[in-house]
């Protein structure tokens, strides 16, 4: 089956702790992004890659970083910069470069703060 | 119209009905919008899509209107099912230049009641 896999389904992270969350993609979509939902809001990029090695900050980057050393896989770390990282993070893949096509998304993983 | 803060607008139907959910755009620029579903703890659903070059796009058991003049697009489910019961959002963007990135509802609750 083709798609896109998150996981954990849910994580959870102490103070000042640095967590990274995965997304694998079989589609083989140029493009990967990152977005934030939090509960009763749009979706919030925090970073995307249209090409592997390269990515580029979103509205809500500070406090995240990304690589995309494969084709395939596009993981999203939290850092401890990152003052309110409850939320849900979804990741999603689109079959071209262009950052204007219809978006494909994983399942999602769920982040705390304990 | 949309609520503010945590609380999404909502729509409850009865199972059988048709539903109609709506979602205003503010950007002039947008040409082309797309519909997604998001069941509870899920990652978001591509629906249906349209350009601005149509008024009305049918998929199975939907249908979305686009009145460029009012900046309003609707998405009409026929036939109300349980399994349609969900946050649905729309997405905007512009084709015509390749840096626009999609824009994102907050979304509407739609309940069906068995």
């Known amino acids: 089956d083709g798609g896109i896999t998150q996981s954990p389904k849910y994580l959870f992270r102490k103070e000042g702790q640095n967590v990274t969350l995965s997304c694998e993609q079989n589609?083989?979509?140029?493009?990967m992004y990152w977005y934030r939902q939090d509960p009763g809001q749009g979706l919030r990029l925090i970073y995307y890659s249209q090409i592997v090695n390269d990515f580029q900050k979103g509205d809500i980057a500070e406090g995240y970083s990304v690589s995309r050393e494969k084709k395939e896989s596009f993981p999203l770390t939290v850092t401890s910069a990152q003052k309110n990282p409850t939320a849900f993070y979804l990741c999603?893949?689109?079959?071209?470069?262009?950052?204007?096509?219809?978006?494909?998304f994983g399942s999602g993983t769920q982040l705390s703060v304990l | 119209g949309e609520s503010v803060g945590l609380h999404l607008p909502t729509l409850s139907v009865q199972e059988g009905d048709n539903s109609i959910i709506n979602c205003a755009y503010s950007?002039?620029?947008?040409?082309?919008f797309i519909w997604y579903k998001q069941e509870s703890g899920k990652g978001p659903q591509f629906i249906i899509d349209?350009?601005?070059?149509?008024d009305k796009r049918q998929g199975q058991r939907v249908t979305v209107l686009l009145n460029k003049t009012v900046k309003h697009l609707s998405l009409q489910i026929a036939a109300t099912q349980p399994g349609d019961s969900a946050v649905y959002f729309c997405?905007?963007?512009?084709?015509?230049?390749?840096?626009?990135?999609?824009?994102f509802g907050k979304g509407t609750l739609l309940t069906v009641n068995p």
């Open positions: 997405a905007e963007t512009s084709i015509r230049g390749s840096n626009y990135k999609l824009t």
């Open positions: 589609l083989n979509h140029d493009a």
């Open positions: 999603a893949s689109s079959i071209g470069r262009r950052v204007n096509e219809k978006l494909f």
């Open positions: 950007n002039s620029a947008s040409d082309y």
């Open positions: 349209i350009r601005s070059n149509m």
